[in-house]
C-alpha cells in the first residue's frame, strides 16, 4: 500500500474519512522496505492502527531467489520503527517458497516470535500458471511441499504462534475457481487450516500416549468442548487412525483448557 503513487495512496485515505466513527481504525499491508518514519507519520494522521509486512521469510538467499527485492534486515528494521509508534504489527510468510525448506520455514516462523508481532498470516506457496515460479516448476527445478507436507509443517507453527501469544488471522488461501484452475501441484486445499488442526490434535495424542506404557490404559482424552472437531478430525479421520493403532477412548471437556490443549486419562 505505501509503495503506490502517493497522490493515490492519500486519496484512498481521504476516502476513510467520513467513516471514521463507523470503526475502530485501519489495516494496511505493504513491503518491508517501503516504510519510514514520514511514510509512518502520514498512516498515523489517517488513523492507521495495523500494519502488516509481507515479509515471506527471514532467510536472505529465499528472498533473493524469489525476487523479492528486499532483505531480511529490511524486516526487522520495519517491525521495530512500526512498533515504536504505537501500530499494531503483523508479518505474513509464504512456506515452500523457492530454495526454502522445512529449516528454513521454521526458522522464519521462530524469528517472527523474535520480532514479537501481533498476528501472522501463513500462505502456502500455490504455483499460479504464467509465472516465472511455473516455469521453475514445470523444468523441475521447484519441487513444492506436497499437501501433507505442508500440513504437518503448518500444525507445527500454529503451536508456535499460539504458545508465543501471537494471533494467527489467516492460514492458507481463501478459495477461488481462478486459484484452482490456474495453478500446478496438488498442495492447495479450501479446508487447510482445518487440516493442519486436525493433525495438530492428532500428533499431541501420540505424544501424550508415549507416557502410558499400555495403550490401553488411555481410557479418556480430555478437550475443550469448542475444539471437537478440530479432534475428531475430518469424517473423524483422527479417531478412525487412532482406532486402527489400537486406541478405543471416549472425549470428555474441560473448558477451562486452552484451544489446543489435550490431556488423557
Known amino acids: 500500500?505505501?509503495?503506490?503513487?502517493?497522490?493515490?495512496?492519500?486519496?484512498?485515505?481521504?476516502?476513510?474519512?467520513?467513516?471514521?466513527?463507523?470503526?475502530?481504525?485501519?489495516?494496511?499491508?505493504?513491503?518491508?522496505?517501503?516504510?519510514?518514519?514520514?511514510?509512518?507519520?502520514?498512516?498515523?494522521?489517517?488513523?492507521?492502527?495495523?500494519?502488516?509486512?509481507?515479509?515471506?521469510?527471514?532467510?536472505?538467499?529465499v528472498l533473493f531467489a524469489n525476487d523479492r527485492g528486499h532483505s531480511a534486515e529490511s524486516v526487522f528494521k520495519s517491525s521495530e520503527l512500526i512498533k515504536s509508534y504505537g501500530f499494531s504489527l503483523g508479518l505474513q510468510m509464504m512456506t515452500g517458497l523457492y530454495k526454502s525448506d522445512i529449516q528454513k520455514d521454521l526458522y522464519t516462523a521462530e524469528t517472527f516470535?523474535?520480532?514479537?508481532?501481533?498476528?501472522?498470516?501463513?500462505?502456502?506457496?500455490?504455483?499460479?500458471?504464467?509465472?516465472?515460479?511455473?516455469?521453475?516448476?514445470?523444468?523441475?527445478?521447484?519441487?513444492?511441499?506436497?499437501?501433507?507436507?505442508?500440513?504437518?509443517?503448518?500444525?507445527?507453527?500454529?503451536?508456535?504462534?499460539?504458545?508465543?501469544?501471537?494471533?494467527?488471522?489467516?492460514l492458507g488461501l481463501h478459495y477461488s475457481d481462478s486459484l484452482v484452475n490456474n495453478s500446478y501441484g496438488d498442495n492447495y486445499h479450501p479446508a487447510f487450516k482445518e487440516l493442519c488442526e486436525n493433525m495438530l490434535f492428532y500428533n499431541k495424542f501420540i505424544e501424550k500416549a508415549k507416557d502410558f506404557p499400555d495403550l490401553n490404559e488411555i481410557k479418556t482424552v480430555?478437550?475443550?468442548?469448542?475444539?471437537?472437531?478440530?479432534?475428531?478430525?475430518?469424517?473423524?479421520?483422527?479417531?478412525?487412525?487412532?482406532?486402527?493403532?489400537?486406541?478405543?477412548?471416549?472425549?470428555?471437556?474441560d473448558d477451562t483448557l486452552q484451544k489446543y490443549e489435550l490431556y488423557l486419562k
Do not use: H, W
Open 1 to 61: 500500500f505505501t509503495a503506490i503513487d502517493r497522490t493515490y495512496m492519500l486519496s484512498l485515505l481521504d476516502a476513510t474519512k467520513k467513516f471514521r466513527d463507523k470503526f475502530c481504525g485501519i489495516r494496511i499491508s505493504t513491503r518491508p522496505d517501503y516504510i519510514d518514519k514520514e511514510i509512518l507519520d502520514i498512516l498515523k494522521s489517517y488513523g492507521v492502527t495495523s500494519i502488516e509486512l509481507g515479509a515471506q521469510s527471514m532467510s536472505d538467499d
Open 113 to 170: 516470535v523474535k520480532i514479537n508481532p501481533d498476528t501472522v498470516r501463513i500462505y502456502p506457496t500455490v504455483i499460479m500458471k504464467d509465472t516465472k515460479l511455473a516455469e521453475l516448476y514445470l523444468n523441475g527445478e521447484y519441487t513444492p511441499y506436497s499437501l501433507e507436507k505442508s500440513v504437518n509443517l503448518c500444525s507445527k507453527l500454529i503451536e508456535l504462534f499460539e504458545k508465543n501469544n501471537i494471533k494467527i488471522i489467516r
Open 222 to 253: 480430555v478437550i475443550n468442548s469448542k475444539s471437537l472437531s478440530k479432534f475428531l478430525g475430518q469424517k473423524r479421520s483422527n479417531v478412525n487412525k487412532l482406532n486402527e493403532l489400537g486406541y478405543n477412548f471416549s472425549v470428555c471437556f
